[in-house]
């Protein structure tokens, strides 16, 4: 019998509907373990549909994703974890990693039983990525790294890091950096958890201490990690939009119940994202609570805002258009990155507007319970994460609207000949 997951023919979504149905319909049960049930997900491939059926996939295009991902809320199923792994972590290991790095790294990361997190920025490499100074030197069949990490969302329960590490000196910054798939339980390994202002501690200070990792878990090739580096960060903004709670249409059970702490796990970091985004959602009843929708003022700044937030969505759609279509990530994301900012601004600014001096309050006498605080004080977060406001408009000049690149002196110089805060180690 010919099924959408076997025809030469591009599948229907009513197609693949059906047939994630039919396998949901014999399979899914409520009573396994989740480890039980994940072993079923990830061999029968509709754990991650969209990857090649011989790397725990099925090899159906990307829009398939969204029609499988409904199929499984529809019968209250419970479906691959969230997170780095599956957003950042996999995508990038399917397309730069070995043979072997697939066959080891893929299913633990459909399964649940690997998490990882992102051991990009450090404190002086944080928009110039590429003048990072943790290193690796070889030795034997390992690399020997040390460094210090920072910003590391995360990190404190993660298996494994995506880490960037210099491995030659002499190379000029972007052409020295290698890849590795970093295993994070080990001696070598303090993670520091940083408090931040707006009292959540979501990411972390990873220190490395001639910590260790095997030659053959580098992704990519050696001196290569720029490189690889870009198919991290071309995910990244799609796994933060991807992030969600429990799916209503969850019963009992108890594989539900541990997804249940499994989520509740992957988003604890990212609990006050929402209010980073500024909740331009909750302005127009806000104002109409307080009586401040009456002043002229106040009602064009919800107007303005309303009116960015309808725009950002269009060009989101846009993006999600073009995804569909198997086309790369284009200049939408740089775009909505700003616009996202632009947007949590504007929010805050209104919100502050709307609630005057007692936006400065917490706790339970402040507005919405110090939400509206939480708000103010996690906003800033959105115009830095995953690259800055500036950076963006840089990344849109020079590669949507084709302008001259920034000067960058050091790109070509060998790195150790480049000026910095932070010594080059003596072995180097
Ligand atoms: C919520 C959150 C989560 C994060 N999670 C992670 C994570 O999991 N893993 C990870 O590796 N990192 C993570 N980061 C770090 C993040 O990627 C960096 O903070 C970001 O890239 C900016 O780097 P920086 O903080 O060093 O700022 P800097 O690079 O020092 O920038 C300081 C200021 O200078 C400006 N600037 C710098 N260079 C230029 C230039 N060329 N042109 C114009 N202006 C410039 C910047 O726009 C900024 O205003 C996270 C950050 C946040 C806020």
């Known amino acids: 019998m010919t099924t959408a997951t076997t025809s030469s023919q591009p599948p229907t979504a009513e197609a693949v ?13 409520p009573d396994l373990t989740l480890a039980a049930w994940r072993d079923l997900l990830a061999d029968s491939g509709w754990g991650a549909p969209t990857w090649p059926a011989q790397w725990w996939g099925l090899g159906l295009p990307a829009a398939m994703a969204d029609v499988v991902e409904r199929e499984f809320d529809r019968a209250g199923a419970v479906g691959p974890p969230q997170g780095s792994g599956m957003g950042l972590a996999a995508p990038t290991i399917l397309e730069h990693g070995s043979d072997d790095l697939k066959a080891r790294l893929l299913r633990p990361i459909v399964t649940g039983a690997h998490t990882w997190c992102q051991l990009f920025s450090e404190p002086g490499s944080g928009s110039d990525l590429a003048g990072l100074t943790t290193h690796a030197e070889r030795e034997g069949d390992e690399w020997v790294v040390n ?14 890091g995506m880490l960037l590490a210099r491995t030659d000196w002499d190379a000029p910054k972007h052409r020295g950096i290698t890849y590795f798939a970093f295993p994070m339980d080990q001696p070598g390994v303090e993670v520091r958890p940083l408090r931040q202002m ?65 989520i509740g796990d992957t988003l604890e970091p990212y609990k ?41 969505q269009w060009t989101a759609q846009r993006a999600r258009a ?18 996202a900012s632009g947007i949590a601004r504007a929010a805050a600014r209104t919100h502050a507007l709307i609630a005057g001096a007692s936006g400065m309050l917490a706790g339970p006498d402040a507005p919405l319970d110090g939400l509206i605080t939480e708000i103010l004080v996690s906003v800033p977060a959105v115009s830095i994460a995953g690259g800055t406001d500036e950076i963006q408009r840089n990344i849109i000049g020079d590669r ?9 002196a050091d790109a070509e110089l060998p790195f150790r000949e480049v000026p910095r805060n932070v010594a080059t180690p003596r072995r180097g």
């Open 17 to 29: 509907a059906a047939e994630v149905n039919a396998w949901l319909a014999e399979h899914w049960d």
């Open 147 to 160: 460094g210090q990490k920072v910003w590391t969302t995360s990190a404190h329960h993660a298996r494994y």
């Open 198 to 262: 707006n009292g959540h501690a979501s990411f972390n200070e990873v220190f490395l201490s001639d910590a260790r990792v095997a030659a053959a878990d580098v992704i990519g090739r050696v001196g290569d990690g720029w490189t690889v580096a870009h198919t991290t960060l071309a995910h990244e903004r799609r796994l933060f939009s991807g992030l969600r709670g429990r799916p209503a249409s969850w019963g009992g059970g108890r594989a539900v119940r541990e997804a249940e702490r499994e």
């Open 272 to 312: 006050w994202y929402p209010q980073r985004a500024g909740r331009p959602d909750l302005v127009a009843d806000r104002a109409r609570a307080t009586g401040r929708s009456r002043d002229p003022v106040l009602r064009q700044e919800v107007a303005r805002l309303l009116a960015m937030v309808r725009a950002a």
């Open 322 to 339: 073009a995804r569909a279509l198997g086309r790369p990530p284009g200049p939408e994301g740089s775009i909505s990155k700003l616009a």
């Open 400 to 408: 949507v609207l084709g302008l001259p690149r920034e000067a960058g």
